[in-house]
């Protein structure tokens, strides 16, 4: 069986609160992703899901601490000295941003920060770097674009400015992109288009996308396996039809509930809630982190963490951590 294209295990991501504290953004997370295939990792904000982003890429604040493995085409990208991590950072590992307009330069054109990529990965003049730029502008779908590459980011729309930025993030023809939340200040007509582009980008180049997100429609577009996370944990992994079929932890039963679904008059359903608060950064919890937040919380959930484990009669693969998931579904919508 070949190994799969990117390999976590055991990742920890702890940050230092002062008088020998510490806080745990993540918490032993663990999960691969196979070539060509669609990971989505949800859940709310400060789950821990943007931090982990930042962890493959190795991009985190210096003051942070990180833990585990993480294998990517051979190679443990935690023990890689910065040196070498540069040459799988954006040419064979590559991000895009949640906000296009903090992650361009206001003062260089388009085409100028596109050229700038492309050079820094491949051995390229100014004017082949120029006309390779000019192609994935019209790869992304970018109207006109010779002309558009002399334009700078304020004259582009979000939409666009999010293009120009996954044309970036494309100039070396990753094999493994992380798109953290690619469509979050953009309309709904707009957020489709990216989509849209995102998945055909991704068949046509063979790449791996790891499709970071709090929104379950977009996951249910897209996406092939759906890991879902909360306080720092995985807590379920499953296909994404056997999440959307038969959501087994109580915190994605919840976020099922809390979609928006379509109806008039009397068949309007009131969007579920979920109550209370997100642990605090630094709080411990004895048992599950969730438990305070959930009805059916009992004694060992409030004293015992559970175990991320697999489910008799779930779906090949299932994993979720909570001591009552082998429970009756409960009603999500």
Known sequence: MSQPLLQVDHLSIQFPLGRD???SAVDDLSF???????????????????????????????????????????????????RAM???????????????????????????????????????????????????LDLVRIPEP???????PHRF????????????????SPSLLIADE?????????????LSLLHRLQRELGMALILITHDLGVVAEIADEVLVMYAGRKVEHQDVHGLFDAPRHPYTQRLMGARPRPGTGSARVRLQEIPGMVPAAGEHVAGCAFAS????ANAVCRSEPPVLRHLGGAPDG????????????????
């Open 21 to 23: 504290r510490v806080f």
């Open 32 to 82: 691969s992703v196979d070539a060509g295939r669609t990971l989505a990792i949800v859940g709310e904000s400060g789950c821990g899901k943007s931090i982990t982003a930042l962890a493959l890429m190795r991009l985190l604040p210096d003051n942070a601490w990180l833990g585990g493995d993480v294998h990517f085409e051979g190679q443990n990208l935690a023990r890689l000295s910065e």
């Open 86 to 136: 540069r040459r799988v950072r954006g040419n064979h590992l590559s991000i895009i941003f949640q906000d296009p307009m903090a992650a361009l330069n206001p003062v260089l054109t388009i085409g100028d920060q596109i050229v700038e990529a492309v050079r820094a990965h491949e051995p390229l003049g100014r004017e082949a770097a120029k006309r390779r730029a000019v192609e994935l």
């Open 146 to 152: 010779r002309q558009r590459f002399d334009e700078y």
């Open 157 to 172: 729309s979000g939409g666009m400015r999010q293009r120009a930025a996954i044309a970036m993030a494309l100039a070396s």
């Open 182 to 194: 690619p469509t979050t200040a953009l309309d709904v007509t707009i957020q489709s288009q990216i």
């Open 293 to 296: 937040r959930c009805d059916l």
């Open 318 to 333: 299932a994993r979720v951590a909570c001591h009552r998931a082998d429970e009756p579904l409960t009603e999500t919508a």
